[in-house]
T-cell receptor, first 117, second 110 residues
Framework: EAGVAQSPRYKIIEKRQSVAFWCNPI?????LYWYQQILGQGPKLLIQ????????DSQLPKDRFSAERLKGVDSTLKIQPAKLEDSAVYLC???????????????FGPGTRLTVL | GQQLNQSPQSMFIQEGEDVSMNCTSS?????WLWYKQDPGEGPVLLIA?????ELTSNGRLTAQFGITRKDSFLNISASIPSDVGIYFC??????????FGTGTRLKVLA
């Protein structure tokens, strides 16, 4: 079974530029998550989708971050304009979700390392 | 955002030694997950725990869901150099949302 795919793996941009990240979850997983992981910290949830609807975006800085999951499969996360403090690893995760606790288990992609200069 | 407390923050051990780490929360959780993250990679799921008191093994790794439901423990027996990495716990109160720990950085000296 293929895992969560993310691209690009690395991105370097200058502040005030825009950037987009792509994620393809595990086949059949209804729920998709975007996390931000700053160096030395654990992942912090930015947004969660169930199918193509947003379930939780309470920690997403909506003035500059946006995300979409058209057709309930792939997702993109965009930052516009980027700030220095956005330098981090952006992780995508997916889970099955179907009532049993086991279906909430999250599986992560390799992440995209963003450096903002 | 909230993060769980993991202890120790980092540790150096000799190859062959056993390792213990724990994760504590001020909230009750229904699920605990343990992940390992290598440099430049995403977290990889090691063990999932779904019931208070549960003890689950995965090779040399053993994790326990604390009876109080506010803590969890991970043990690694007979450590080897490839155990190097950052270990994260994550807890959920029964919904989709997981809160992650601050991480335990493990270095194994050959």
């Amino acid at each position: 079974e293929a895992g969560v795919a993310q691209s690009p793996r690395y991105k370097i941009i200058e502040k005030r530029q825009s950037v987009a990240f792509w994620c393809n979850p595990i086949s059949g997983h209804a729920t998709l998550y975007w996390y931000q992981q700053i160096l030395g910290q654990g992942p912090k949830l930015l947004i969660q989708f169930q199918n193509n609807g947003v379930v939780d975006d309470s920690q997403l800085p909506k003035d500059r971050f946006s995300a979409e999951r058209l057709k309930g499969v792939d997702s993109t996360l965009k930052i516009q304009p980027a700030k220095l403090e956005d330098s981090a690893v952006y992780l995508c995760a997916s889970s099955l979700i179907g009532g049993l606790a086991q279906t909430y288990t999250q599986y992560f992609g390799p992440g995209t390392r963003l450096t903002v200069l | 955002g909230q993060q769980l407390n993991q202890s120790p923050q980092s540790m150096f051990i000799q190859e062959g030694e056993d390792v213990s780490m724990n994760c504590t929360s001020s909230s009750i959780f229904n699920t605990w997950l343990w992940y390992k993250q290598d440099p430049g990679e995403g977290p990889v799921l090691l063990i999932a725990l779904y019931k208070a008191g549960e003890l689950t093994s995965n090779g040399r790794l053993t994790a326990q869901f604390g009876i109080t439901r506010k803590d969890s423990f991970l043990n690694i027996s007979a450590s080897i150099p490839s155990d190097v990495g950052i270990y994260f716990c994550a807890g959920s109160s029964g919904t989709y949302k997981y809160i992650f720990g601050t991480g335990t950085r493990l270095k194994v000296l050959a």
